[in-house]
């Protein structure tokens, strides 16, 4: 099993930049897909961002895309979250998640979990929160 902390939110202003972080301690970094996931209070928590356990497909949700990047660096224990053009809707508590991938099941694009069900370990969160 893993255990994940999240680390660079913060107070920012409508068309400013956040790089998310996320240090993974425990298991085998490589061997799990990751997910960065939000929530507001009173709301399901909401799918953002997803990997593969190498880094080689990701996919996000439709209201992030183009201006938000899901990486890993594997040597580091490391996920990133790289947010620009943030808007004020992109305020919520961001949290990381792992799901176990010994097999490579969820290698490709179509394959990577978008539910929060789907994913077994998760961070406390950090909150992002963007004026307008």
């Known amino acids: 099993q893993v255990q994940l902390a999240e680390s660079g939110g913060g107070l920012v202003q409508a068309g400013d930049s956040l790089n998310l972080a996320c240090l993974v301690s425990g298991d085998t970094f490589n061997s799990y897909a990751m997910a960065w996931f939000r929530q507001i209070p009173g709301k399901e928590r909401e799918f953002v961002a997803a990997?593969?356990?190498?880094?080689?497909?990701?996919i996000y949700t439709d209201s992030v895309k183009g201006r938000t990047t899901i990486s890993r660096h594997n040597a580091k224990k490391t996920l990133y979250l790289q947010m620009d053009s943030l808007k004020p809707e992109d305020s919520a508590a961001y949290y990381c998640?792992?799901?176990?991938?010994?097999?490579?099941?969820?290698?490709?694009?179509?394959?990577?979990?978008?539910?929060?069900?789907?994913?077994?370990?998760w961070g406390q969160g950090t909150q992002v929160t963007v004026s307008s």
């Open positions: 998640a792992a799901v176990p991938d010994f097999t490579g099941r969820y290698g490709g694009t179509t394959e990577l979990p978008t539910r929060w069900a789907q994913y077994n370990y």
């Open positions: 990997t593969s356990w190498n880094g080689h497909a990701s």
